[in-house]
C-alpha cells in the first residue's frame, strides 16, 4: 500500500503539483496531502487507511455524505443507461424543473458542467442583453478561474484590470471593476462613475472564497437598489450557498431580510450536481432568450445536462427536500459552531464563527470580519497549527484559513462531538 508521501511525489511528476486544483496541495498549511480512497457518509479514508471526519464535502456538494444510497443507486442506474448522447433527454427536464421549483426569481435554466462555466455564461449573457461591457465583482469573491473574473483587486475604488494571476492580460481584465465587498460607498461611487457600461454586479452573497463572510443587509439592498437604477443585472453567485445553506439558498434568506429582494441571475453548482460535474445559471425568460439558440448570445457544452451528472443531482434535490432536512442540519452544524465557540473562549482564544444551513466558517479573530482584508489579519501560522493538530486527530477541515466549512446530513452528533474534542485539545 503506497503512502500519502510516495503518492504525492509520484503525483509530483506527472501533474504540475501533484493537483489537479491548487489549494490541494496543502501549500497554504505545509505538509503532505493526504490521498483519499474512498468516502462513506460523514467520512473520508486516507490512501493510508486513516480515517477522518470530513467537513470539505467536495467544498461543499456532498451535503449528504458519502454514498447516499438513493443518490448510488439512481447514477449506477443512469450509467447503465449510456454516459452522455449530445441529445437531448428527459432527465435533464425533471433537473430543470426542479430547480425552477425551488427558485421562485427564475423562469429558465442552462445547465453547464462547472461553476466556472456558468458564472462565465452569465457574465457574457449580462453583457450580451444589456449590451454593456464593464461588471463589478468584489476582493475577496470567486467566481471560478476565466480571465475576467480573475481579477483580484488593488486597493481603493474601482481598481481597473490588474489581473492577480499570470496570464490574464491586462485587455481580459479592463472592463473589471473590483471593489472591496460590504462597501456601500464606493459601490454608490463605483455606479455613479461607470453605471451606464456596467452590464452587471456579481457576488457571492455569503462569500464562502473568503471563508464566511455575509453581505450585509444595507450593502445587498444598495446593491439590488443600484443595479436597478442603472439598468445593470443583479448576479449572485450561489455555487457554494445554493441548496447549501437552505432549500430557498441564499436569496431565499435575503429575500425575507429585505422585501422583494430577487438576483436577475442566479448560478448553481457544488450541491445540484450532487458530487458529478454539473452546474446551471438562470433568469427570468426575456433575459434567458438571449441564449442561442434562441438569441445571439453563444454557449454550449459536449457534456452538458450529462445524463449520469443530471441523475445524481436530481437525487440529491430530492433527498434535500424531505421535511425536516435542512432544520436537521443546521441545527448540526450550529451544534459545531457553538462547541467550538465555547472551547475556544475556554482557552482564551481569539475566536469567531457563523453558519448557515449547512455552511459554516470560523476566524481565529475576535470579530467576524466583513471584508477580505481583514480576514487577511489572521495569524496564519496559528492557523496552520490548529490545522495540523486537528488533521492529527482525524478531523478534515479546510487546508486554508479562507474557505469555508460543510457539514453533511451524514454527520452524527457524535462527530461533533470527536471534533470539539479534538479542538479542545488543539487550542490548548
Ligand atoms: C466553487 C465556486 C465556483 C467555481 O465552481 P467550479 O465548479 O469549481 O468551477 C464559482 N463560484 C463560487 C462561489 C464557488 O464557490
Redesign the pocket.
Known sequence: MASNSELFERASRVIPGGVN?PVRAFRAVGGTPRFIARGEGAYIYDAEGRRYVDYIGS??PMILGHGHPAVLEAVLKAAAEGFSFGAPTEREIELAEEILKLVPSIDQVRLVS??????MSAIRLARGATGRPKFIKFEG?????TDALLVKAGSGLATFGHPTSAGVTPGAAADTVVLEYNNVEQLEAAFAEFGRELACVIV?PI???MNFVRASLPFMTALRRLCTEHGALLVL?????GFRVGLGSAQGHYAQLIPGFAPDIS?F??VIGGGM?L?AFGARREVMQHLAPLGGVYQAGTLSGNPVATACGLATLREIQKPGFFDALAARTRQLVDGLKAVAADNGVPFSADCEGGMFGFFLLPELPQNYTTVMTTDKERFNRFFHAMLDAGIYLAPALYEAGFVSAAHSEADIAATLAAARTALR
Open positions: 486544483s467544498w461543499g462547472s461553476g466556472t462555466e456558468a458564472t469573491c470567486y467566481h471560478g478561474h457571492e462569500a464562502g472564497n453567485d450561489e455555487v457554494m450557498t448560478v453548482g457544488k460535474p452546474a
